[in-house]
Every structure is written in C-alpha cells, then in structure tokens.
C-alpha cells in the first residue's frame, strides 16, 4: 500500500480579525503531508524554489514523508499566496496569489512512486493533476481529488477533464455551486458527479461535511470550538485525514468513506487552533483518538419512536 500525495508547497500570508501571519509555510500538499503521515507515510510530489526552507523540507523527511517527487528549482521562487478571512472565518478573500514555480510546473513521477495504490491530488493545475494519473502504469485503487474557485476561473475546460478522471471529489459548498451552476448542493451534487466522480464531498467549513453517492448521503460535523485561529489549510487538513484514514484500513467502501470523513473533520478542527502548520505538527495518536471521542459524543443519541 502507498499513498502518492500531489499538492502545492507555499509561503502564505494569513489575515484573520483576529490577527496576522508574516509569511509562513504553508500548501496544500504540505498541510495533506502533514496531517496524513499520522495514518501512512507519503510519497510527495511538488515543486519549491530555492527560498523555501531547508529546515521544512528536513522536517517532512523525518516525518516520513518521501521527497524524490519534491523538485527544487534552486534559482526560482516558491508559490506564494495571500488571503483574508471575513468575520465569520468560514469565508474568505485571496488578496494574491504568485504562481512562481507553480507556473510552469511539470510533475515527474519517480520510479518508486509507482506502487501507488492511493493517490490524493490536492490542489493545483489540474493539468499537473491529470498528468500524474496519466504517469502512473497502474491506475491506483483510488484518487481523490481537491481543487478551487481559483482553477474554476481560469481553466474550467482542464479542471472538468480532470475531474472526469477521479473517484472521490471534495469541494467546499461555494465550489459546488459554481462548478454546477445549481444553488441547490442535492441537485450541485447529482450534476458533479454527472461529471464522473462516484463520490463528492461538499465541505461546509464550521458546518460540517456532506459525503454523496449514488442517491445517498451522509453528514459528518465540525467540531464546535470556542476559538478558530486560522482556518488556512483546514479542507487540505480534512483531505489528508480522508485518505490517510482509507489508506491505513484499505477499504475504499462508502461506509468507510463515512469514518473517513469524521476522521477528516478530527483533524481539520486541530489545524485551525493555530497559524499555519503549527498545531498540525504537535498532535500525536492519543489526540486524534481523543478528538475522535469527542466527534462520537457529539453525534451519539438514543430515540424510541414508540
Ligand atoms: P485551504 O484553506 O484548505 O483551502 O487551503 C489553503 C492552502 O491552499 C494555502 O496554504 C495555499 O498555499 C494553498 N493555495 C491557495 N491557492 C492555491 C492555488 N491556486 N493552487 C494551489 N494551492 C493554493
């Protein structure tokens, strides 16, 4: 079993109401890695310039994080993105976002990666998505995809042949209207996976997750917390504990998409405790467990209806 994990490597810049980030790490791919070496180790692909830190990149070996997929391009700049979040820190505005090296990004699939029997393809060109699905020899036994406004805009035509491509879609509600053109996140859902997908997840931020397939659904919560720090990298968080959690138990069913989701939904409320990746990297298998506790209580009731 391997889990291949695609996804961008950044510098953020955070601002909440409640505060500012000066340039940190960040990246989908780094927030997946991360969160999903608590469940498997990861085969990384992505690319970072010569300024991202060295110390990062350590940090993530030692975590068990493969980097041979990770390219180097010693004399470019990292992807940097910028973004505030509004009042009720479920939404937010991308103030700017620096393609760099991400501009002209083409993955290579090392040798040893093609073991992959998982492959999670956070966000990022879904043309440098789509060529990785088309590198491995053997299709994985399951690829889930994330992705954003940002790629909805701008290459609507690569982004739907991607999409073509996956079994699992995660997109947050906002994402799912505008990718289906419908208000209505039953009737977005049907129409997304009209698309292909057999699965689609609609993440509703503080309000929890929707798992769809076929005609059924299923709802996972978020955990109601007194603070919210910082909720960059949360649905990458959410993405990583998903597939960590199917690639540590090797059943790709819909009723352990459901644990999967609620396993997604424990670690995303980790990540916004704090700025960045700081949270994420301090938690250790009796916090997640304590967390997942707490997730059953929250949802756990009796009823007679007689
Ligand atoms: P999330 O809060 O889970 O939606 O993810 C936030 C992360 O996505 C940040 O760390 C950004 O660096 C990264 N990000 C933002 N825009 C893009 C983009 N267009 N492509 C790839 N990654 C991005």
Not at 17 to 26: A, E, L, R
Not at 129 to 140: E, G
Not at 207 to 217: I, S, T
Request: aromatic content about 10%.
């Amino acid at each position: 079993m391997s889990l291949v994990v695609v996804g961008s490597m950044a510098f953020d810049a955070i601002e909440t109401p409640f505060g500012k980030s000066d340039k940190i790490v960040g990246g989908a791919g780094t927030y997946i890695a991360w969160c999903a070496t608590n469940f498997t180790p990861v085969k990384q692909i992505s690319v970072v310039g010569g300024d991202f830190p060295q110390d990062e990149l350590d940090a993530l070996t030692a975590r068990g994080v493969s980097l041979e997929g990770v390219q180097i391009k010693k004399d470019e700049k990292t992807f940097f993105w910028s973004g505030r979040y509004h009042m009720d820190m479920n939404t937010r505005d991308t103030l700017e976002t620096q393609l760099n090296v991400l501009g002209d990004f083409n993955p290579v699939v090392p040798e040893s990666y093609q073991d992959c029997e998982y492959l999670m393809l956070g966000n990022l060109a879904p043309a440098v998505q789509s060529s990785v699905i088309t590198q491995l020899k053997k299709r994985p036994k399951l690829i889930v995809m994330d992705t954003m406004n940002f790629w909805m805009e701008i290459a609507m035509d690569d982004l739907k042949k991607t999409i073509s491509m996956v079994d699992v879609l995660m997109v947050n509600d906002s994402e799912a209207r505008q990718l289906s053109g419908d208000f209505s996140l039953v009737r977005a859902a049907a129409t997304i996976m009209k698309m292909g997908p057999k699965f689609l997840i609609i993440k509703k931020g503080e309000h929890g997750a929707l798992l769809f397939h076929d005609n059924k659904v299923f709802f996972a919560p978020a955990l109601p917390l007194e603070d919210v720090f910082d909720p960059t990298g949360a649905g990458d968080t959410f993405a990583g504990g998903f597939i960590g959690h199917i690639a540590r138990t090797g059943d790709i069913s819909f009723e352990n998409m459901k644990t999967a989701i609620i396993v997604g939904s424990a670690m995303a409320s980790y990540c916004v405790e704090k700025f960045g990746t700081e949270r994420l990297r301090s938690i250790d298998k009796s916090d997640i467990s304590g967390r997942l506790d707490e997730f059953v209580q929250l949802v756990n009731f009796d009823i007679n209806l007689v």
